[in-house]
DNA sequence: AGAATAGCTGTAAACGTTTGCACTTTTTGG
DNA sequence: CCAAAAAGTGCAAACGTTTACAGCTATTCT
């Protein structure tokens, strides 16, 4: 096995010091001697030393790993979470061990065991909804956790967000002020604490305050062909305008409207309440809720580097400015 | 601290047995009794007892840990790829630690000593290219590694792929047989070893063999601008018909064409040589060459479980079978 | 019944680091 | 020049498992 050939111990040998001091030097600790450890690195580079990471995260009990926990990696609102993430990580030299949990075989609470096993340091959450087990699994633990892109209900965890009411008031403003006023709400699942607790919330006291009546939401409407289907019965309801949790949805519907020959934006309008790339390469381009998430996943990850130190933290729930970007699903105005 | 609050040792008191018992119980070792054995397990439900993964890992110089190398996140060709390796990776209780080497900070060959000591068992590269301290530090260890969806002129690593050089070929067919004569090629980047030689070998050889004249081929055309922005350049050089390698930049130029009025595909013909979703939700959507992008994880995965295992394997270099699908952005025949 | 064998369990040495403590050497200040 | 403080170093125990190896206890066979 070429696996672990040189070990601390023969640096220390060639060296002519003790593991200690060969420690120190690759721990970067100031208490040696500035020629000891030049000699030391000397042996390490001719011997091509590099330090087992799994003995040093057992002697440390840390191990520069951080957990991620997605609900599926090509879902490309993820994606992009990760790449702020994985930035951050990498300037602060942690690794990612990413676990998908789409897969039924993979509950949350065993997605977290499993990163608890492997003694990471610390983890985000990703997923658009928090279970109940998921939660206890987190309060049962010291590794601090921070949610990204989503909001619990329990004010315990850390999170970076933006405010989802305030952003689906505006878009909602936005199709009311063009003129359209049987605004319809389509949600891939309607129980996340962020669908329940501030998109559905935010539709009612808007249809309320403007007397639109009750309104229309339709729920589990997740990909694009569900968004496709979803289009004759938007019709039908008489919806002329509506805004949409997932772009690619999103995209379903815009596409089951051109291809019946309705005008968008002038007989619909559409607006996506998270885009990704694909929002903005469709033809007519969706009008779009742009969450910044390269920085949610970016300040989440910074977030958890200071929790992982035990540093202060000033506030444990961030919210990042979206913008409202018009785009050709809406009226041009 | 709460992290390891009970260890083996606990489990052992406990249920009045030593430690090595418990591993064994643990590791579903056979040779324990079956009154023991059971003792043993109660005693663990009722400490939740939780092996750390660390220290198995330290004393049995197996991580169930594999790496994952990808050059970006956010494009959906690798998200795809990643899905199919995840997929099998929790079928084989493999963690997945991913390293994304866009960022300029993290060398190939950097992130691979990464992975080597965090000590994976094996690790999956994805990137389309495969650097030469990257074919070094490979040859250097002894830790299996399989290239995904992407080829290498190094035989001696193991690889998932399709038949660059057949697929590329026979989408040219596809443009010559509906009457276009004027092919271009657009690249992503000209380096690779799958376009350097495969992808241009047979667009050249295609254009020879067709008396086709010397043809065109842009490079380093990444994203939906640089596909956007070719677009003037191609009409400019009478091109009506094109090969891109990613649909994003497919995307691009489809976009141009329309909105310069350009009719497709009568006027100039498209064929993405990657299909994501990205390629089907466009209208027109495109023509593409349907790599199994989750299968070709899936089985680099499998493969990969196999070397870690030391069995046999049959054949190092897989190709997987693709698809012509043909959409709209070519002619319907 | 006694020997051989198989099944079960415990002991203790790894695995490759980090780190508290004690000790020695050097530096500093009066 | 000496005492006190600071800097540098090594020793050895820890981190929480796995796994030879040995030993002990049933079981099987003749």
């Known amino acids: 096995m070429r696996k672990q050939d040189i070990t601390i111990y023969d640096v220390a040998r060639e060296a002519k010091v003790s593991m200690a001091t060969v420690s120190r030097v690759v721990n970067g600790n100031t208490n040696v001697r500035k020629d000891t450890r030049e000699r030391v690195l000397k042996v390490i580079n001719r011997l091509h030393y590099q330090p087992n990471a799994v003995a040093q995260g057992l002697a440390s009990k840390r191990t520069t790993t951080v957990g991620l926990i997605v609900p599926d990696l090509t879902n490309l609102y993820f994606a992009e979470l990760s790449k702020g993430i994985d930035d951050i990580a990498l300037l602060y030299k942690y690794n990612i061990i990413i676990t998908s949990i789409e897969n039924r075989l993979m509950k949350e609470d065993q997605a977290i065991q499993g990163l608890l096993n ?39 965890f850390p999170s970076v967000a933006i405010d989802y009411m305030k952003a689906d008031t505006e878009a909602l403003n936005l199709l009311y002020n063009d003129g359209k006023k049987n605004l319809a709400l389509v949600l891939d699942d309607p129980d996340t604490v962020v669908n329940a607790e501030n998109r559905i919330p935010a539709y009612k006291k808007f249809m309320a305050d403007h007397n639109l009546g009750e309104g229309h939401i339709y729920s589990n409407i ?46 619909m309008e559409i607006v996506t309440a998270s885009a990704t790339q694909i929002a903005s390469v469709v033809r ?50």
């Open 118 to 156: 492997k003694q990471v340091d610390g983890i985000i959450y990703m997923s658009d909804n928090l279970p109940e087990e998921a939660a206890e699994a987190f309060k049962r633990t010291d590794t601090p956790v921070v949610l990204a892109g989503t909001k619990s209900n329990h004010q315990e």
């Open 222 to 267: 997740k990909d694009h062909s569900d968004g496709y289907n979803l289009y004759s019965q938007l019709r039908q309801d008489g919806i002329d305008g509506v805004i949409v949790t997932r772009d690619i949805t999103a995209v379903g519907i815009l596409n089951a409207a051109t291809d019946a020959g309705t005008k968008i934006p002038e007989e």
């Open 284 to 333: 007519p381009a969706l009008t779009a809720i742009r969450q910044p998430l390269y920085d949610i996943g970016a300040v989440a990850m910074r977030l958890l580097t200071k929790l992982m130190n035990n540093e202060e933290i000033d506030q444990k729930q961030i919210e990042l400015p979206y913008e409202l970007l018009k785009k050709q699903s809406t009226a041009n105005k």
